[in-house]
Nanobody, 128 residues
Framework: VQLQASGGGLVQPGGSLRLSCAVK????????VAWFRQPPDLGRYWISN????????DYADSIKGRATMSTNAARTTVFLEMRDLKPGDTAVYYC??????????????????????WGQGTQVTVSS
C-alpha cells in the first residue's frame, strides 16, 4: 500500500484548502484512512478518519465544523477539505491507512501508532 498526500500550500487566515491522499495497492473497502497533522516542534495529532467497516467519518474537535473528509467516486483518493483556516492549523499534514486487522473497538482510529501505511506529508501554512 502506498499513500501520496498533496494539496498543501500557503493560505491566508480564513481561507480554504483541499488536501488529497492517493491510495495505491489497497482498497478503501478494506483500508481505514486517517489524517494527522504535525505542527512545528510538536507531535503528530489526529484530525479525522474514515472507517472501512462502515464508512463513518469522525473529526477532532480542533477541526470539527471546518473540515470535510470524503472520497472520490472510484474510491482511490481521500480528500480533506478545510475551511476558515487559522494560523494554528499550520502543520505538516499526513494521511495514514491501515487494514485494522486484529484491532478492536474504536479508539485505535485516532492513534498514529496504529497505522502501518503513511504518506509523505504535505505542508500547510496559514499566514497573512
Amino acid at each position: 500500500v502506498q499513500l501520496q498526500a498533496s494539496g498543501g500550500g500557503l493560505v491566508q487566515p480564513g481561507g480554504s484548502l483541499r488536501l488529497s491522499c492517493a491510495v495505491k495497492g489497497g482498497s478503501l473497502d478494506d483500508l481505514s484512512v486517517a489524517w494527522f497533522r504535525q505542527p512545528p516542534d510538536l507531535g503528530r495529532y489526529w484530525i479525522s478518519n474514515i472507517r472501512s467497516s462502515d464508512g463513518r467519518i469522525d473529526y477532532a474537535d480542533s477541526i470539527k465544523g471546518r473540515a470535510t473528509m470524503s472520497t472520490n467516486a472510484a474510491r482511490t483518493t481521500v480528500f480533506l477539505e478545510m475551511r476558515d483556516l487559522k494560523p494554528g492549523d499550520t502543520a505538516v499534514y499526513y494521511c495514514a491507512a491501515d487494514f485494522g486487522t486484529a484491532k478492536y473497538g474504536t479508539a485505535w482510529y485516532s492513534r498514529a501508532g496504529e497505522y502501518l501505511y503513511w504518506g509523505q506529508g504535505t505542508q500547510v501554512t496559514v499566514s497573512s
